[in-house]
């Protein structure tokens, strides 16, 4: 991560045809972070990010506003894209996962209802749209938090079957299961679904899709999807590598 981003005073996200302005301004609901609850002081660094890999270093200035200090930069996209799909939870333990996976990197979030999922929500239903929102939301804030100049794409929550159809007919990686038993994780899967507390049924199982192996343990299902992001997303940045791999 560039140091600018690292020790910047703050981070904030503004609409993407005003990242070139001589002078930027920020939401009501940031301004009121940065200036009520994070209590900047004129001059302090900030840095803009339209939240799709442009960013540039700003400083905050009196009336709520950011005056570059540096041209636009951007951030070309990792690659490969990594992905993970979650059994929605209860109570906020999705909330959680939605914000930890954005603070590791994670380049899409796929919330979905398996056969055991506690929690079951419509697709397209009005609770499920909020919810929605309300992840993107997190994510968003995450991002400001962690310095990210790319926002991840939330999904809206599909019932499994469908969501394995839609992955399987668009082009790119197949998606696999988090199952003990299965392959070591590795960036030729970079899209792994998490399951419920109950497990996969033995219809999910029959669907034929690869196994990926998250360790000895019997993790609890957020914890999964963690683990998932960590693995990938540190393998992607090659801070770890498969044993016997040369080095980085």
Known sequence: MDQQRRRAAAHAFVDPDQLDAPS????????????????????????????????????????????????????????PAV????????????????????????DRLLPFVAERSVVRWDAGSERALRQADRWRRVAREAAMQSRQVRLPAVEEVRALPELVADLGAA??????????????????????????????????????????DLGPSVLR??????????????????????EGAGSA
């Open 24 to 79: 930027l301004t920020v939401g009501d609901a940031d301004r009121h972070h940065l200036d009520r609850v994070l209590r900047l002081r004129p001059g302090q660094p900030v840095v803009a990010s339209d939240g799709a890999g442009r960013w540039r270093a700003c400083q905050w200035a009196p009336g709520g506003r950011l005056d570059p200090t540096g041209p636009v930069l951007t951030e070309p996209a990792p690659e």
């Open 171 to 212: 082009p790119g990686p197949s998606p696999a299961l988090a199952e003990a038993g299965g392959a070591r994780p590795g960036l030729d899967r970079p899209l792994v679904l998490i399951g419920p507390e109950g497990g996969w049924s033995s219809a999910e199982l029959a669907l034929g899709l690869p196994g990926v």
């Open 83 to 106: 992905v993970v799909g979650f059994a929605v939870l209860q109570g906020d333990r999705s909330d959680w996962v939605v914000q930890k996976l954005t603070e590791l990197g994670v």
């Open 221 to 242: 299902a957020e914890t999964a999807a963690i683990a998932a992001g960590v693995l990938l997303c540190g393998l992607r940045s090659r801070l770890i590598q498969h």
